[in-house]
């Protein structure tokens, strides 16, 4: 079973900043529960084939060269976890920073919540 700082990092890099379709759904079949909450500032979706939908638009959304970074520690309390990110130009200053604060249960994601930095 996958640790929940395994899964924060696999659900940044693997998933979210993943521009292939076809091992970045390989992965959300790995990382989160089939019924996953991400709840978003642009509101809330549910279930794995909607965050795919989500996450395939955030990236496509997001110009070629640009990659989601770590942006400091992660922290884990049991099953939770929190991690910062940063978007932006391999070797440029991030244009948008944020947290992801996810629960796990029984080794897969079952929520991810991201809030963004103002």
Not at 38 to 54: C, I, M, S, W
Not at 84 to 112: F, H, Y
Request: no cysteine; hydrophobic share 45%; net charge negative.
């Amino acid at each position: 079973m996958p640790t929940t700082a395994a899964l924060l990092t696999a659900s940044l890099h693997e998933v979210f900043g993943n521009r292939d379709a076809a091992s970045r759904r390989a992965a959300i079949e790995r990382v989160y529960a089939e019924d996953v909450r991400f709840v978003e500032p642009e509101g809330t979706v549910v279930g794995r084939d909607a965050l795919e939908g989500r996450a395939a638009t955030l990236i496509g959304q997001a110009p070629p060269g640009f990659t989601f970074r770590e942006d400091g520690p992660a922290y884990v309390d049991g099953d939770f976890g929190l991690l910062g990110w940063a978007l932006g130009p391999v070797d440029g200053e991030p244009v948008v920073r944020g947290v992801d604060i996810l629960t796990v249960t029984d080794g897969l994601v079952t929520e991810i919540r991201t809030v963004l930095a103002s």
